[in-house]
Nanobody, 123 residues
Framework: QVQLVESGGGSVQAGGSLKLSCAASGRTFSSYTMAWFRQALGKEREFVARIMWNGRNTVYADSVKGRFTISRDNAKNTVYLQMSSMTPEDTAVYYC????????????????WGQGTQVTVSS
């Protein structure tokens, strides 16, 4: 069982930066693929980024590539999402998720989810 708690959401102006954190409970955190998803109002939840257990393999959605960076600290049981050059289209609730080895960008790949944190980007 893994429990995930996101933090770091808030409001920022277009062009600004924000860093999200996701703290995980459980001794097996380092074995999970971790990911960030987001869901804008009235839209489906979408993949943002994922990182493998070793921290060396990352995948990004085209919409955030070059602007967002996912990272993890297995010693702290924490995964991060550094967001920069933000636009109003980045406004959404951001969710942290944990999946088993081999998890892809699909929502169904992930077994555990956080409660989400709101990010609002104003123009």
């Amino acid at each position: 069982q893994v429990q995930l708690v996101e933090s770091g959401g808030g409001s920022v102006q277009a062009g600004g930066s924000l860093k999200l954190s996701c703290a995980a409970s459980g001794r097996t955190f380092s074995s999970y693929t971790m990911a960030w998803f987001r869901q804008a109002l009235g839209k489906e939840r979408e993949f943002v980024a994922r990182i493998m257990w070793n921290g060396r393999n990352t995948v990004y959605a085209d919409s955030v590539k070059g602007r967002f960076t996912i990272s993890r600290d297995n010693a702290k049981n924490t995964v991060y999402l550094q967001m920069s050059s933000m636009t109003p289209e980045d406004t959404a609730v951001y969710y942290c998720a944990a999946g088993r080895l081999g998890a892809t960008s699909a929502i169904a790949s992930y077994d555990y989810w956080g409660q989400g944190t709101q990010v609002t980007v104003s123009s």
